[in-house]
């Protein structure tokens, strides 16, 4: 199974990203917006996990909670992602001590990567995939500054990700407090 370990965005924060990128002048054409079910932080994603591994690895997430300082996330801008070959268009959120954060989820990482060899190592960036281009076309840089909007996530999520008719469906298997 394909996991991810992410703070699954409120609907109040959706209909918040929803609106702000609905105003923005100029923004890039030819992208069709991804469903917002699906909007997300993503913390660290495992790749290919055997069923068996989920309640080690819930155990290894529980204990990182618990141990990781909690964080603010600020939405700051729009922008097309990843900067090499753009296919996305995202919101971009930055964190006070991120330094310290990556940190944190390089040791996660480290853990899970027994349960989780196809884990993904580049360096964590904040942010949350809202569009995506129709067909295999490329976007061009862009970004768009914006106001900031806070976040303050309550839930860390285990996510089990299986592909559908229209895109991708997304099941939390287990969920975590995330008391800021």
Request: no cysteine; hydrophobic share 40%.
């Amino acid at each position: 199974m394909r996991l991810f370990v992410g703070f699954l965005a409120p609907d109040e924060l959706k209909d918040r990203l929803a609106a702000e990128l609905h105003r923005v002048p100029h923004a890039p054409q030819g992208v069709r917006e991804i469903a917002r079910d699906l909007w997300h932080l993503t913390v660290t994603f495992l790749g290919e996990v055997e069923k068996d591994h989920v309640p080690e690895i819930s155990a290894h997430i529980k204990q990182w909670t618990e141990k990781t300082t909690k964080i603010t996330p600020v939405l700051t801008r729009f922008e097309t992602f990843p900067q090499k070959k753009p296919r996305y268009l995202s919101g971009h959120f930055e964190i006070t001590e991120i330094e310290t954060f990556r940190a944190r989820i390089d040791r996660l990482r480290d853990v899970l990567s027994i349960y989780a060899p196809e884990i993904d190592r580049k360096p964590w960036k904040g942010h949350m995939s809202l569009a995506k281009v129709l067909q295999r076309a490329r976007l061009q840089r862009w970004e768009y500054e914006l106001e900031p909007v806070e976040w303050r996530p309550h839930v860390l999520s285990l996510v089990v990700s299986r592909p559908g008719q229209n895109g991708s469906i997304y099941t939390p298997l287990e969920t975590f407090p995330w008391i800021s």
